[in-house]
């Protein structure tokens, strides 16, 4: 039977009719979106014709080419998902024939919907419309589509019979109905929804609209003003809510954010390059992508330092450090300014400027801000005093002129220097008693020791800057001037942020809003968060709600339960995840021979479909790659998702995020040995598995995990 239906008396014949009038719409649905990339097309290539000037005709291609872009289309990929008939909906053309006024079983009643009463919408990827404007597929982020995801037998949202569709490579194959109005509802042992779940996955991260949960919906739709936080356990789909939720506001607030912008940060660029695929399959291609380091790329890291001293540098303390000794060039003026305008000379003396300074200093204004409205101030006084003398105002050039004289720019350098970013940190951390006036009462003098470099460059420029030397100078340059923000930021794997690197984030999302997405299980950094609440506070949304997510979709029960064993000993207070899957396998095995093991266990996972990870730790990672290539398998690297190779080998430092349907984990007690959060890092390799999970052990299992089979 292609189809499942949840009535009864219909047959076959009835059902393979339904699935052959769902083919044509597809086929008509996909025909209208090619005529409509079509007309984008061809408005693209005339654009300059109509253009009224060189800059009309550049904005409306930009417009235009984001448009032709939006509506590519991939036949691979299913352009609708699902259908809401609403009660009243005319019977016939893909209904089951009976009548909605039948709600038996005590479901609720399908309430009016009122202008929806009696209609028929398929929901998909994007909004589709045929010649006459009618629509064909409804986007699943338009304000009806809601009810795909959120009615249910208990409230039917007037929905009387909601349809799922089955797909292969594109092709529609099955459909499964629930009778709302009759209490008939699937839930999670809906056959479609089970599939499209565990399908196995090769290349980058797709996208879950057609498998989106009420609780992950209700995420997915939170307003643009607000800031959540997503506690969310292994393969509970908190990075998919995450940019479906960005997709949905770019949907609700197109130009808005398409001013303001969207950022996605992401933990390392395999991270990116796997998830970079799912705005663009929603239509979204304008969204910006980066890591935290490339954030703050303002100098160029060629230096490493002692993990301690990194530590120290990521800590919220050198935040007010940096600002006392931004604040310590300010200076009080000793002396009155002349300056010589033709024929006069004005004079200011040390009163007004020295009132001048202190009312500034006191408007908390960034550094470099303050030091331009000290110069405007000055100049506005010299313009009273020419004004008066002169009974007319002076011109824009003479205020101008006035700002850049010789006398006015050396007040400015005595008493508001200009500073740099690099310039203030160099200076810092050269010079231990600049570094001990701005640190006293914050860190302790054996800290401020380790700080000072001990054999400086010259410059700043020639300075051999570390990664966590980076977080200092962007700070140092939010203190400066304020960076232009975002009008919503989506941070994933937030647990490994650093209160200064929150800092920087917050400081390009002043004015907008924060998803926060992450688990603190997972953190493996040595400033990994243990409160989201303390995360928030530092970028600046200390109000935003948190969420817990706990049910998984995509990682089997018995590979969750495996990974839990560990959260007693990682030391934070989250809810264990549990699994709705109860497939999957998982295999723990002592070897003698861990890379002839290994090379057997892929060997045996390519019997099955879908994508194959080997995990080790990071050192061990090229002789494992060399083995699989001298057996005569091809391998690829995280962030080469777009290679054709169905195995890669993964040092367990960049696997998180990632996922696979069969996991191979290669000597655990390697993994966690190789750093301090080595626990930590162990529960982010055991969860990437969504199918299958095998681990390889020479050397005993770090202690919380069985050693014996019958431990487990």
Same mark, same amino acid.
């Given at each position: 039977m292609p189809a499942l239906d949840l009535d009864t008396h219909l047959d076959d014949t009835h059902l393979d009719a339904d699935l052959a009038s769902e083919r044509a719409h597809l086929d008509t649905s996909r025909a209208a979106l090619r005529r409509m990339r079509e007309r984008a097309e061809a408005l693209f290539s005339t654009g300059d014709q109509v253009a009224g000037?060189?800059? %009309?005709?550049?904005?409306?291609?930009?417009?235009?080419?984001?448009?032709?872009?939006?509506?590519?289309?991939?036949?691979?990929?299913?352009? /609708?998902?699902?259908?809401?008939?609403?009660?009243?909906?005319?019977?016939?053309?893909?209904?089951?024939?009976?009548?909605?006024?039948?709600?038996?079983?005590?479901?609720?009643?399908?309430?009016? $919907?009122?202008?929806?009463?009696?209609?028929?919408? #398929?929901?998909? @990827?994007? #909004?589709?419309?045929?010649?006459?404007?009618?629509?064909?597929v409804l986007d699943w982020r338009a304000p009806i589509s809601?009810?795909?995801?959120?009615?249910?037998?208990?409230?039917?949202?007037?929905?009387?019979?909601?349809?799922? /569709?089955?797909?292969?490579?594109?092709?529609?194959?099955?459909?499964?109905?629930?009778?709302?109005?009759?209490?008939?509802?699937?839930?999670?042992?809906?056959?479609?929804?089970?599939?499209?779940?565990?399908?196995?996955?090769?290349?980058?991260? @797709?996208? =879950?609209?057609?498998?989106?949960?009420?609780?992950?919906?209700?995420?997915?739709?939170?307003?643009l003003a607000d800031s959540i936080c997503v506690q969310g356990a292994p393969g509970t789909g908190k990075t998919a809510v995450g940019l479906h939720r960005a997709a949905y506001l770019l949907y609700l607030h197109r130009e808005r954010l398409r001013r303001a912008g969207?950022?996605?940060?992401?933990?390392?660029?395999?991270?990116?390059?796997? =998830?970079?695929?799912? +705005?663009?399959?929603?239509?979204?291609?304008?969204?910006?992508?980066? $890591?935290?380091?490339?954030?703050?790329? @303002?100098?160029?890291v060629r230096a490493?330092?002692?993990?301690? !001293?990194?530590?120290?540098?990521?800590?919220?303390?050198?935040?007010?450090?940096? #600002?006392?000794?931004?604040?310590?060039? =300010?200076?009080? &003026?000793?002396?009155?300014i002349t300056v010589s305008d033709g024929s006069f000379r004005w004079r200011i003396g040390v009163e007004p400027l020295h009132r001048i300074v202190e009312e500034t200093r006191r408007e908390g204004l960034p550094y470099g801000t303050g030091r331009e409205r000290v110069r405007a101030r000055v100049v506005s006084l010299l313009q009273r005093q020419a004004e008066a003398r002169r009974a007319?105002?002076?011109?824009?050039?003479?205020?101008?002129?006035?700002?850049?004289?010789?006398?006015?720019?050396?007040?400015?350098?005595?008493?508001?220097?200009?500073?740099?970013?690099?310039?203030?940190?160099?200076?810092?951390?050269?010079?231990?008693?600049?570094?001990?006036?701005?640190?006293?009462?914050?860190?302790?003098?054996a800290e401020q020791a380790s700080l000072v470099w001990a054999k400086p460059a010259r410059t700043a420029k020639a300075t051999r800057w570390t990664a966590a030397d980076a977080v200092l100078v962007d700070e140092a340059a939010g203190l400066l001037e304020r960076p232009s923000g975002f009008g919503h930021v989506v941070v994933d794997e937030a647990q490994d942020l650093s209160p200064m690197q929150c800092r920087a984030i917050a400081r390009r999302s002043e004015h907008g809003s924060v998803t926060l997405l992450g688990d603190l299980a997972q953190g493996t950094a040595p400033w990994a968060a243990t409160d989201w609440r303390e995360s928030l506070a530092h970028l600046g949304k200390p109000d935003a709600v948190v969420v817990p997510l706990t049910v998984g979709f995509r990682v089997p %029960?018995?590979?969750?339960?495996?990974?839990?064993?560990? +959260? &007693?000993?990682?030391?934070?207070?989250?809810?264990?995840?549990?699994? +709705?899957?109860?497939?999957?396998?998982?295999?723990?095995?002592?070897?003698?021979?861990?890379?002839?093991?290994?090379?057997?266990?892929?060997? *045996?996972?390519?019997?099955?479909?879908?994508? !194959?990870?080997? =995990? %080790?730790?990071?050192?061990?990672?090229?002789?494992?790659? *060399?083995?699989?290539?001298?057996?005569?398998?091809?391998?690829?690297?995280?962030?080469?998702?777009?290679?054709?190779?169905? !195995?890669?080998?993964?040092?367990?430092?960049?696997?998180?995020?990632?996922?696979?349907?069969?996991?191979?984990?290669?000597?655990?007690?390697?993994?966690?040995a190789a750093e301090p959060r080595g626990l930590h890092r162990l529960y982010v390799v055991l969860t990437r598995a969504v199918s299958r999970l095998s681990v390889l052990h020479h050397e005993p299992l770090p202690a919380p995990l069985p050693n014996q089979p019958n431990d487990r």
């Open positions: 000037d060189a800059y %009309a005709a550049e904005t409306l291609g930009r417009t235009l080419a984001r448009r032709v872009a939006e509506l590519a289309d991939d036949p691979t990929t299913p352009l /609708f998902f699902g259908r809401l008939d609403f009660a009243g909906t005319p019977q016939g053309e893909g209904t089951d024939g009976g009548d909605p006024a039948d709600a038996t079983g005590g479901a609720a009643p399908a309430t009016s $919907t009122g202008d929806h009463d009696g209609r028929r919408y #398929h929901v998909g @990827r994007r #909004h589709v419309t045929d010649e006459h404007g009618e629509p064909l809601r009810s795909f995801y959120r009615a249910s037998a208990r409230d039917p949202q007037g929905v009387a019979v909601r349809r799922r /569709f089955g797909f292969s490579n594109g092709v529609l194959t099955s459909f499964e109905d629930e009778r709302l109005d009759r209490g008939e509802e699937l839930g999670t042992t809906s056959r479609i929804l089970t599939a499209e779940i565990e399908r196995p996955r090769v290349g980058p991260m @797709r996208d =879950i609209v057609a498998t989106i949960q009420p609780e992950q919906d209700e995420l997915v739709r939170a307003d969207v950022l996605i940060v992401g933990p390392n660029r395999a991270f990116l390059s796997y =998830i970079a695929a799912v +705005l663009p399959a929603l239509g979204e291609v304008e969204v910006e992508q980066a $890591t935290v380091e490339e954030l703050i790329s @303002r100098v160029p490493v330092e002692a993990p301690t !001293v990194a530590a120290l540098k990521h800590d919220a303390r050198m935040a007010s450090v940096l #600002h006392r000794a931004a604040q310590a060039q =300010i200076g009080a &003026p000793t002396d009155s007319e105002s002076p011109s824009d050039g003479w205020l101008r002129r006035m700002g850049r004289c010789r006398p006015v720019v050396d007040f400015l350098d005595a008493v508001w220097p200009a500073l740099t970013p690099e310039g203030l940190v160099h200076g810092l951390l050269s010079d231990p008693a600049r570094l001990a006036a701005a640190a006293d009462g914050l860190l302790s003098d %029960a018995a590979v969750v339960a495996f990974a839990n064993l560990l +959260l &007693p000993a990682l030391a934070v207070d989250v809810p264990p995840a549990e699994s +709705l899957r109860r497939d999957g396998g998982l295999d723990v095995r002592t070897v003698t021979d861990l890379t002839a093991a290994t090379v057997a266990e892929v060997r *045996a996972a390519l019997a099955h479909d879908g994508s !194959v990870g080997v =995990i %080790a730790a990071d050192d061990a990672v090229d002789g494992l790659r *060399a083995a699989l290539a001298a057996a005569g398998v091809a391998t690829t690297t995280a962030d080469d998702v777009t290679a054709a190779e169905r !195995v890669t080998v993964v040092p367990a430092t960049l696997v998180k995020g990632l996922e696979y349907d069969h996991v191979v984990v290669v000597e655990p007690a390697a993994i966690v």
